[in-house]
């Protein structure tokens, strides 16, 4: 008589095979974000606490109608080639619905040109844009370089301004800040006088700063970000300048902060209404939204935010749930279907509120903010505070 031992076993083995083959699709319900930030290297200061936002993200809202949403995370050390390695890997090996990421404009500019031959969306977290067909699967976070700068200049013409020195980063971010300040500084009557830059690995930066105090400034505007950018103004002060001093929307967080001590008291700078939120009016619908973000930073983190980047990616997580959400009704999450869905639905969003801004895509409009998602703060004692 045959023994049954081995046809059960191969029976077994068969069952055995097609659950294996099964589970991939049953876990290819659930979606996937690539997260890319900078852990390690000069622009860890910025990379960190978008670290930080992704957690309170995670932290207010882990699923899409019961599906889960699993984040895979990897560090690019600061370096724009490690980001685009990364986001290959994400994308061929990990199979990503969307890429979300990186902490430095070289790096996320990177990532976009892999986005675009792998046609996977990116939501940009650093302040990189490409018009046209280069960026075409690719929306931008960070408030535009001209909206932000438009409102500076605006704050300089009521301070009676007549002329400006510019130090900014020799990069991408650098050269944005500096041709928004050039357009706008004109019209108001305003001469730039100078156009300086150091790399953000430098370690000083008095050559460039004694060229922009010998011409005797009214103001100075950097166009720089992070740690990395409080060497001007620790320059300037050294060098005993007495005029106004500007910055960006890129420097506020702690860091800087602690860094440039008692040389950036009283710095004027436009960031996203988060940053003062409990300053804002009652009916400001960001302020609710600002006050969640906290609340979920809190639990994740185990303290308040102190930093406006981390709710750049607390944004990033709020659009892609919604455009997730529109996305899988066309197509299944894992597929390349999929991908071109949630790319369409991302950049067709609408009046979605944020922390940083009420966020408006469109396919010709990447960066999806307008003057809501601006206010002027001044650094007091160490704290932002909301300039009328």
Known sequence: MTSLRPLRSLAALACATLLGA????????????????????????LGIPYQKGMAAAQAFKADIDGKKVQVIQLDDASDPSTAARNARKLIDEDKVDVIIGTAGSPGALAIAAVARETKTPLISIANANLAGEEGAWMVTLPQPAPLMVSAVVERMKKSGVKTVGYIGFSDAWGDLVYDALQKSAEPAGIKVVSNERYARADSSVTGQVLKIVALRPDAVLTGTSGTPGALPYLALAERGYKGQIYGMHALINPDFVRVGGASVEGLLAPTGPVIVAEQLPADNPIRKVSMDFRSAYQKANGAMPTDAFSAYSFDAWLIFLDAAKRASAKAEPGTPQFRVALRDAITSTKELVGTHSVYNFTPNDRYGSDERSRVVVRLEKGQWKLVP
Do not use: E, R
């Open 22 to 45: 099964a589970a991939p699709a049953a876990l290819a319900a659930d979606y996937k974000v690539g997260f890319i930030t900078s852990l390690s290297g000069p622009v860890s200061s």
